[in-house]
């Protein structure tokens, strides 16, 4: 892969807006050369380890939808947040079931599902609040062990059981690819996602949709668009370098670039 840019911290409203647009070009430029249309690609900002204080600018900047991998931060800042209308909240990393009550009080969307006991107690959960949730369902396509995620030749058996949670909209796949500099590498952990989406479209379920491919982050997203990503998930091109190492966030190995 390409040596990816320097990020800097954005603090003002005026330096999200570039970031924003910035990025926003790049999935255009990478929409394009795979003859796909730009409006047909979700960015999707990551905030975590942002504080509110900074993503009211990012909302002023035109964010609408916020990315984070720890539910109880997600959870506080959602509180802290609650006067912006509108903003809509996605849980993006691994999830432990004694945590799924918080992503049923809050989230809007989540894109990590990887286990039947996690989908009963989701979908208990939001029974219990008398909502709903977006979800996507993980695929480990690089076959390391530190990841999360199902293996791909599992991901038919599951998904046909996920209709028995009413309260779970299945809207589709996410995967992270290998953090590698190899291109093809990271490409084909990309390319297997896409073939399995239309694999298992042939013969989904009544009531889960595979529209979505939620698959690249700020070091490779360009290349996740050119093989067919409906969101991209960036958080250092938008908010700048992180504080805490990613192992702070994803302790099993799992990377947010």
């Not at 990816?4 to 926003?24: G, K, M």
């Not at 062990?145 to 599951?158: H, I, M, N, V």
């Not at 979505?212 to 996740?224: K, N, T, Y």
Request: contains cysteine; glycine residues 6%.
């Amino acid at each position: 892969m390409n040596e990816q840019p320097r990020y800097t911290s954005a603090t003002t409203t005026l330096e999200f807006r570039r970031n924003l647009a910035l990025v926003r070009d790049r999935i255009a430029g990478a929409a394009i050369r795979a003859g796909r249309s730009p409006g047909d690609v979700r960015l999707l900002p990551v905030s975590k380890t942002v504080e509110s204080a900074r993503l009211r600018l990012a909302i002023e900047a035109g964010c609408t939808d916020l990315g984070e991998n720890k539910v109880q931060e997600a959870l506080r800042k959602s509180v802290e947040l609650a006067d912006v209308p509108g903003l809509r909240w996605h849980v993006i990393g691994h999830l432990q079931s004694n945590k799924a009550r918080f992503v049923a009080q809050f989230a809007d969307e989540f894109q990590a599902l990887d286990r039947l006991s996690l989908a009963r107690t989701l979908n208990n959960r939001l029974e219990a609040a008398n909502r709903t949730l977006q979800v996507m369902v993980q695929i480990n396509t690089s076959g390391e062990d530190s990841k999360f995620g199902l293996p791909p030749q599992e991901a038919e058996a599951f998904i046909q059981e996920l209709p028995a949670f009413e309260r779970l909209h299945i809207t589709g796949l996410m995967t992270l690819a290998i953090n590698s500099p190899d291109e093809s590498r990271v490409r084909a952990c990309f390319q297997t996602l896409h073939k399995l989406k239309r694999q298992l479209s042939e013969n989904t379920p009544s009531g889960v949709e595979l529209t979505e491919l939620s698959m690249g982050m700020s070091g490779d997203f360009e290349l996740a668009v050119e093989e067919g990503a409906t969101v991209v998930r960036v958080g250092q091109a938008i908010f700048g370098p992180r504080a805490l190492p990613d192992s702070y966030y994803w302790p099993d190995g799992d990377k947010m670039r």
